[in-house]
C-alpha cells in the first residue's frame, strides 16, 4: 500500500511563489506516474500536471509556463514549482500516483494512489 503526503502549501499574496512536494510512504523504492491535481470550492478537481517515470511532464493548457513538476530522485518525491500565483489558483492541491501509465494523464480514475490534500491560498 501507498500513502502519499503533500506538504508546502500555505497563504500568498497574488504574484508570489509556492512549491508543493509529494512523498509516497510505504514502498519507496518503486517508482510511480504521478500527477498533481486541484479542487477549488465549489469546483470539480481538475488537472495540473504530470511527470512520468521517465520525468516526461504534461500540463494543463491554462498553467504551462507559470507551474513546473520536477522529480527528486534522491528523495523519491516530487515537487510543483508555482510562479505567479493568481487568486484563481486558490485550491486544495492533491498529488496523486499510479504503477501503470495513466491512458489519459488528466484522468482522475487512472490513478490508484491519493494524498489527503494540502491547501494554497492566493490573495488578492
Known amino acids: 500500500q501507498v500513502q502519499l503526503v503533500e506538504s508546502g502549501g500555505g497563504l500568498v499574496q497574488a504574484g508570489g511563489s509556492l512549491r508543493l512536494s509529494c512523498a509516497p510512504s510505504?514502498?519507496?523504492?518503486?517508482?510511480?506516474?504521478m500527477a498533481w491535481f486541484r479542487q477549488a470550492p465549489g469546483k470539480e478537481r481538475e488537472f495540473v500536471a504530470f511527470?512520468?517515470?521517465?520525468?516526461?511532464?504534461y500540463y494543463a493548457d491554462s498553467l504551462k509556463g507559470r507551474f513546473r513538476v520536477s522529480r527528486d530522485n534522491t528523495k523519491n518525491t516530487i515537487n510543483l514549482s508555482m510562479n505567479s500565483l493568481k487568486p484563481e489558483d486558490t485550491a486544495v492541491y492533491y498529488c496523486?500516483?499510479?504503477?501503470?501509465?495513466?491512458?489519459?494523464?488528466?484522468?482522475?480514475?487512472?490513478?490508484?494512489?491519493w494524498g489527503q490534500g494540502t491547501q494554497v491560498t492566493v490573495s488578492a
Open positions: 511527470i512520468s517515470k521517465t520525468d516526461d511532464t
Open positions: 510505504g514502498r519507496t523504492s518503486e517508482k510511480y506516474y
Open positions: 496523486a500516483a499510479s504503477r501503470f501509465a495513466p491512458n489519459l494523464v488528466a484522468t482522475i480514475a487512472d490513478y490508484n494512489y
